[in-house]
């Protein structure tokens, strides 16, 4: 069975300031990793995605997420963050067959201080 | 391009009344999802149908029931909906390695 857990509900950051949201994932099989932003009283949005290749992917708004097979994390990064940038973020994993079952973490609150 | 649509936004059910959320995606994804959101809880997988006919069940499905009308369409329905069901829900398309595509959600409470 896959899970996914994000340790750190809450991340207060000031902004310009780097920021690392952590994600750990248990599979006993290969997964397929993803990065979902949500702003208030909006559905999800797809940031990024690690499918196969190289384990850096990153987004077109300046974050990027390292997927790290020995240590099973996809922990997301960007090195200057933006007021805009204040939201929840949800790490999701899926199996790489069959169904395309997406599990999520429990989410972490990003909140970018002035 | 619309992607998917959930009606309605929001929703009061008192305790013991039904209900039917809908969903509808125009991307032709063969995977449809609902999901949950509670606070503190992140999202929840309700049910899901890998491709038109088939449905399954996923970690909550206690208290729902979900038809793949046809490849656009799959809707949950509450039979006798509780206040342990108040949330805020989602529906979501998939197809192969693209992703999951979310829906706005719908913001149900049961009283």
């Known amino acids: 069975a896959q899970s996914v857990t994000q340790l750190d509900s809450q991340v207060p950051v000031f902004e310009e300031a780097p920021v690392e949201l952590r994600c750990n994932y248990s599979?006993?099989?290969?997964?397929?990793l993803f990065w979902y932003v949500q702003y208030p009283n909006q559905g999800l949005q797809l940031l990024l995605k690690?499918?196969?290749?190289?384990?850096l992917v990153e987004s077109i708004n300046g974050f990027e997420a390292e997927f790290n097979k020995s240590q099973t994390s996809f922990h997301l990064r960007k090195p200057s963050v933006h007021i805009s940038d204040t939201a929840e973020y949800f790490c999701a994993s899926s199996g790489t067959s069959g169904t395309y079952k997406y599990i999520f973490g429990t989410g972490t609150r990003l909140k970018v201080l002035a | 391009n619309a992607g998917v649509t959930q009606t309605p936004k929001f929703q009061v059910l008192k305790t013991g009344q039904s209900m039917t959320l809908q969903c509808a995606q125009d991307?032709?994804?063969?995977?449809m999802y609902w999901y949950r959101q509670d606070p503190g809880m992140g999202l929840r997988l309700i049910y899901y149908?890998?491709?038109?006919?088939?449905?399954d069940k996923g970690e909550v499905p206690n208290g729902y029931n979900v038809s793949r009308l046809n490849k656009r369409e799959f809707s949950l329905r509450l039979e006798s909906a509780a206040p342990s069901q108040t949330s805020v829900y989602f529906c979501?398309?998939?197809?192969?390695?693209?992703?999951?595509?979310f829906g706005q959600g719908t913001r149900l409470t049961v009283v």
């Open positions: 690690y499918l196969s290749g190289s384990t």
């Open positions: 599979s006993s099989v290969s997964v397929y």
């Open positions: 991307m032709n994804h063969n995977s």
């Open positions: 979501a398309s998939s197809e192969a390695l693209r992703g999951a595509f």
């Open positions: 149908s890998a491709s038109e006919g088939t449905t």
